[in-house]
């Protein structure tokens, strides 16, 4: 069994104008001149600028007539989105010798999380400047890297030392970092929410932070506690790769804190049925049950047990949790619990090597 809350190490690389870099790449008299993907034609919309013609003021979206006019030598040049793809194999393929949990975002973007990883490296600055390296000397391409605790805070960063640069907030920069961002800049909060925001006052992080859970939940609905938790620099999305299932959860918040093990037991009777019914539903059955326990402070404690045998079965899966959850004392009362089962039968699970030598921790 084990316990843990361990600090992951998410990378998020985002490739510098992915399109317009390609089309240099494969047209070198393109190389150096301001150059837009897309259309010039009266309906036509720029998907991309290099950075000759960013200068001017050529952005992404803007119709191809104002950016023509911004820049009257811009050259069009139309989409290659097979070429795109196959390039973006590539990259991918650079990832995945770091590690298998890569979640691409779109052809040029995704985040990586390498807290435990094959090259047994312990320093997620030192995997993104090596990634890009690695981009550059293979496919001379450049890229960009945010790193840090979680998806929100590297997204954030990856834009900071853009182009061909990379920022890492390291965990106890991580609030300050958050603190002093506009809300605007925050993903997850859209141009209205953003708005809203500011016609309450709320400027920056630290604004978002003083403000009280229920007045969030109050004026902006469940995404009151998604904000709340984004102001502290919390972010728990893990990051999904390709989207083949590895493992099955559910789990719920309660109405108020619990506080008594008993309640939470009768809590994890409902869940465990849900989970029971999906691993059915889905035919297929795990071996490592997880219990996820989220104290009223936010923090989040997961406790594991792995069974010798696969499982599905409602019995063995609450006396699993219940055991899990006798098993240590509480740290608080508790806002939400979830059951995960992994392992399951269906897959196969990425191997990480070197685990041992990545225990100290590093940025
Ligand atoms: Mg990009």
Do not use: W
Not at 16 to 40: C, I, M, R, T, W
Not at 67 to 85: E, N, T
Not at 164 to 180: C, I, L, R
Request: positive net charge.
């Amino acid at each position: 069994m084990t316990s843990q809350s361990q600090i992951r190490k998410i990378i998020h690389i985002d490739m510098d104008a992915f399109y317009a870099s390609v089309e240099q790449l494969d047209h070198p008299e393109l190389k150096n001149q301001p150059l837009a993907v897309g259309g010039s034609e009266k309906r036509g919309v720029v998907a991309a600028a290099s950075y000759e013609a960013r200068k001017f003021g050529v952005r992404s979206a803007m119709s191809g007539m104002q950016a023509k006019k911004l820049c009257p030598d811009l050259i069009f040049v139309k989409p290659r989105f097979d070429r795109y793809k196959e390039v973006s194999k590539k990259i991918r393929a650079i990832f995945n010798q770091y590690t298998d949990l890569v979640e691409p975002l779109s052809l040029d973007e995704a985040y990586l999380d390498v807290t435990l990883n094959k090259k047994g490296n312990p320093s997620a600055t030192l995997i993104a400047q090596e990634i890009r390296a690695q981009i550059f000397n293979e496919l001379n391409l450049k890229a960009s890297a945010g790193i840090s605790i979680n998806k929100f805070v590297a997204k954030i960063a990856s834009d900071f030392n853009k182009p061909n640069g990379q920022k890492t907030v390291a965990p106890e920069e991580v609030e300050s970092f958050v603190a002093s961002l506009d809300v605007r800049k925050f993903h997850g909060i859209g141009k209205v929410t953003a708005e809203k925001m500011y016609q309450m006052g709320i400027f920056t992080g630290v604004d978002l932070k003083n403000q009280s859970l229920a007045t969030l939940e109050d004026h902006f609905g469940k995404s009151g506690v998604r904000f709340y938790e984004l102001s502290r620099g919390i972010d728990h999305n893990p990051v999904i790769p390709d989207r083949i299932r590895k493992s099955l959860a559910a789990e719920h918040t309660f109405e108020n804190n619990l506080a008594s093990e008993i309640y939470m037991l009768e809590q994890l009777k409902g869940i465990t049925t849900e989970v029971s019914k999906r691993l059915k539903n889905q035919n297929t059955a795990g071996k490592t049950i997880t219990l996820k326990i989220k104290y009223s402070d936010f923090n989040i404690q997961t406790r594991s047990k792995t069974l010798d045998d696969y499982t599905l079965n409602y019995d063995v899966i609450y006396q699993t949790v219940k055991t899990l959850l006798l098993s240590n004392e509480l740290n608080n009362s508790v806002r939400l619990l979830g059951i995960s089962i992994s392992n399951l039968n269906n897959t196969t699970t990425p191997k990480n090597d070197n685990v041992s030598s990545q225990l100290s921790f590093k940025f």
